[in-house]
């Protein structure tokens, strides 16, 4: 159980479009859901936190207008990348934790290689 | 804010010897700590948790101490095996939070057969 779904694994797109993400939990209503980039060699940076039915809360540093974060289900959440450009190039990560539980840690998403060419 | 160290950026051992990663923070002691494994291109994966109330962790191979006086934790394979190669991240609530994750660049671990 407790299985984090992540679409797409990989995705090249060009610059100055806008790609989305999609974190599904399969067996678990996800109360919480993070989103994550990681860089080669790098540590997972948190992005942003969202809960179910309201606004997500980012991290300093972090464009909340270009990062766009949806949560509308206890299932789902989606991350969009808006007007992206090659430093947006990264590995995406989502996770989720539910309740009781399954609050203990934290489940992740298989990732999202983003190119932006 | 919580800054943490893992000193080791790559260890490589010999299969069947144990492992030793490392694990330190700085400034606050956090009310748990996190063990997780990532493999290339993939999520982490949760291994284990430890409380601060807690001096020693095990689950199976894995064995993990949590010392809140040198603010350390560290994290233990036995008889390590080729397939236990991987990224291994240690993770812990920021300030104010006990509930997102902060985490360390993780130690890169290459168990030669």
């Known amino acids: 159980g407790a299985v984090v779904s992540q679409h797409p694994s990989w995705v090249i797109c060009k610059s100055g479009t806008s790609v989305k993400i999609e974190c599904r939990s399969l067996?678990?209503?996800?109360?919480?859901m993070f989103w994550y980039r990681q860089f080669p060699k790098q540590s997972l940076m948190l992005m942003a936190t969202?809960?179910?039915?309201?606004?997500?809360?980012?991290e300093q540093g972090v464009e909340k207008d270009k990062f766009l974060i949806n949560h509308a289900s206890l299932t789902l959440s989606t991350l969009t990348v808006t007007s992206a450009h090659p430093e947006d190039s990264s590995f995406y990560i989502c996770?989720?934790?539910?309740?009781?539980?399954?609050?203990?840690?934290?489940?992740f998403g298989q990732g999202t290689r983003l190119t932006v060419v | 804010s919580q800054k943490i160290e893992q000193n080791s950026e790559a260890l490589n051992i010999q299969e069947g010897k144990t492992a030793t990663l490392t694990c330190n923070y700085t400034n606050y002691s956090p009310a748990y700590l996190q063990w997780y494994r990532q493999d290339p291109g993939r999520g982490p994966v949760f291994l284990l948790l430890i409380r601060e109330n807690e001096k020693e962790k095990r689950k199976e191979r894995l064995k993990v101490t949590f010392d809140t006086t040198l603010k350390q934790s560290l994290f233990h394979i036995t008889a390590s095996q080729p397939a236990d190669s991987a990224t291994y991240l240690c993770a812990l609530p920021p300030g104010g939070s006990n509930y997102k994750l902060t985490f360390g660049k993780g130690t890169l671990l290459t168990v030669n057969p």
């Open positions: 969202s809960n179910e039915g309201s606004k997500a809360t980012y």
């Open positions: 996770s989720a934790r539910g309740q009781g539980r399954l609050n203990t840690e934290a489940f």
């Open positions: 067996d678990f209503q996800a109360t919480t």
